[in-house]
């Protein structure tokens, strides 16, 4: 299957590096980053550009724009891996829409389009019979939608709970752990490279909010806007309110929960005890899905990191490739 990948940042390059490592049949024909851009129907030399890239941050001396690779190049999928952007979704939007429309497939990494735009995209990708995927939105490497879509097939999925933000965690974590104050945990993280320079979107529990919007729109179907979940995040807490929850052999989390029943989607810190599925270690994420059927399920992974992240877009890719490709 040919492969179009645009953004060759972390994750990005994670793909390409396991798309050139692995016999996977995946043949990447063009490719783009925010300054250049290559076309080859034969196939381009992986390792080249990646060698290009580290060298000189660009993908070789071509410079088609981005667009004009997903308007151009033979591709039978679209592998979307651009900066995420809460407000407008763009520029990944019109990526995406550009791919659908000529009748590609899409992969993506990307919060933005699948947060502000999910019907919009879904619709799209069915008129013009075309795959939208974004497993790689929501926790990492767990293949959440692949579980919700084949393994709990059947299920009514009554209520989700989950700690969808690595860094919140880690954060929390050595609070516990260390008796670290809010402050110096998140300097921590930021020198570990686990929190941006400018945190806001994690601490204050935004992104775990736009992970819940996905999931309740997958799930659910029910249009659930960012600004319809009830949003707390973990900088006021204090390394008091740690050592309180730790004497009642609890700890606390940053929860996000939904459950439509109940009109409730909340993403907020809580106080567990320390024996519950939900409270991992380090980065982790970790969901439990409440199930008519199954009952509890819960799974726990990498919420991020280069080839954690490219696992499950290649999740995606194959999937594209077995149910849409290989059948046509
Ligand atoms: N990193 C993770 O672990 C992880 C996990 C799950 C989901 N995600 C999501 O996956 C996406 C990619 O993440 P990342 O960590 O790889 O980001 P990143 O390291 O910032 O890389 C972004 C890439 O996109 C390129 N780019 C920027 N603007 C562009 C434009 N207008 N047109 C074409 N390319 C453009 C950049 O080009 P230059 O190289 O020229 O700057 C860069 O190669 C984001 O939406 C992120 O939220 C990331």
């Known amino acids: ?35 250049s851009g290559l076309i080859s129907d034969r196939g381009i030399n992986i390792a080249k550009v990646l060698a290009t890239k580290k060298k000189t941050g660009m993908c070789g001396d071509s410079t088609i724009p981005a667009i004009d690779v997903i308007k151009n190049a033979d591709y039978d999928a679209l592998i ?4 995420t952007n809460a407000l407008s979704g763009e520029p990944a939007t019109g990526y995406i829409k550009a791919a659908l429309n000529r009748k590609k497939h899409v992969v993506t990494s990307n919060k933005g389009p699948v947060a502000l735009h999910y019907k919009e995209l879904k619709a799209l ?22 579980t919700l879509e084949h393994g709990l097939a059947g299920n009514e999925i009554l209520a989700l709970y989950g700690v969808l933000n690595g860094t919140c965690n ?58 319809d979940v009830d949003r707390t995040g973990i900088d006021l807490l204090t ?9 009642e052999g ?23 005890e320390k024996s519950h599925p939900l409270v991992t270690q380090g980065t982790l994420n970790a969901l439990t899905l409440e199930t008519d059927m199954a009952k509890e ?28 490709v290989q059948r046509a």
């Open 250 to 272: 609890c700890t606390i989390r940053l929860i996000a929960e939904a459950c439509p029943r109940r009109n409730l989607f909340r993403v907020s810190p809580r106080i567990i």
């Open 297 to 324: 399920i819960t799974m726990i992974g990498r919420g991020a990191g280069s080839v954690e992240t490219a696992s499950a877009i290649i999740g995606d890719l194959l999937f594209i490739r077995d149910c849409y």
């Open 239 to 247: 390394a008091d309110a740690l050592r309180l929850a730790e004497d």
């Open 80 to 83: 979307e891996v651009t900066p």
């Open 170 to 227: 880690y954060i929390l974590n050595r609070m516990a752990d260390e008796g670290l104050t809010y402050a110096q945990a998140l300097m921590e993280a930021r020198e570990l490279g686990y929190a941006e320079a400018d945190p806001t979107y994690d601490v204050q529990g935004i992104d775990a909010a736009i992970k819940l919007v996905i999931l309740a729109n997958t799930i659910w179907g029910n249009g659930v806007k960012l600004e």
């Open 1 to 35: 299957m040919k492969v179009a990948l645009i953004g060759m940042g972390s994750v990005g390059r994670g793909v390409a590096e396991m798309i050139a490592k692995k016999d996977l049949g995946l043949t990447i024909t063009g490719i783009a980053d925010s300054k």
């Open 125 to 146: 990708a069915q008129k013009n019979g075309a795959a939208f995927r974004y497993e790689a939105t929501v926790a990492g490497a767990i293949p959440i939608m692949h």
